[in-house]
């Protein structure tokens, strides 16, 4: 079912959702906060965006130029209401595409920053098969794996561009290895924890195209208090 959802505590901004399908998650804003945007940019891209709420939330930081690329239909319809409704679509337009086909449409060196919130897990086939199918796309490396990420990166961007993603913690060795291959330079990290007495659950991570070396070690996030409540870092996050 098609449901009209706040989009958080921006005020008359909405989007739209399926209840069957992933609805915006917390990732996705941590990941529009965490994301160094500069007044120059002027051109940024989100793979895998899905119904588009990290473009929505970029344009409350930057006036530069915003694509987001979406393989299911189902989900890049949603976000192209949305768009439309909140009459963002002079700053923002969404692309029905493989985001490995994005080499076709765009000439490499176009992008200022990317960001990605990818498919976190490596296709297990049954449990794979067992879901609903696109949940299953959008949670398993079926048609966007992690290398693909920095490979189509390192295309797009510029020298010296950004690229942020938030993933799980514990591919965070494979996120850095696949930075060096791909050349990028991580220049910071912060860790998401759910509590205070739980590990890390999520990473985020931003990297510089062929940069210098400096890596920050950002404060660690945490997400909920004592009382199961949302921290009041978090609900910062939340908008107006």
Known sequence: MIVKNSLLNYRNCYIYQDTEYFKMSLDSLLLAKFVTINLRD???????T???????????????KIFG????????????????????????TLINEDARNLKFLFESDTFDVITCNPPYFKTKSELYKNNNMIKSIARHEEFLKLEDVFMIS????????????????????????????YNFQPKKIRFVYPN?????????????????????????????????????????????
């Open 50 to 64: 899905g119904n588009a709420p990290i473009p929505m939330l970029l344009t409350y930081r930057t006036k530069a």
């Open 69 to 92: 690329v979406e393989l299911q239909k189902e989900i890049f319809s949603l976000g192209k209401i949305s768009i439309k409704e909140n009459d963002m679509t002079n700053q923002i």
């Open 154 to 181: 390192r295309y797009l961007l510029k020298n010296n561009g950004r690229l942020a993603i938030v993933h799980r913690t514990e591919r965070l060795v494979e996120i850095l290895e696949m930075m060096k291959k």
């Open 42 to 48: 002027k051109m940024i891209l989100d793979i895998a």
């Open 196 to 240: 205070k007495k739980k590990n890390s659950d999520l990473v985020l991570i931003e990297g510089i195209l062929n940069g210098k070396e400096g890596l920050k070690m950002l404060p660690p996030l945490f997400v909920y208090d004592e009382n199961g409540k949302y921290t009041k870092e978090v609900e910062g996050m939340f908008g107006e």
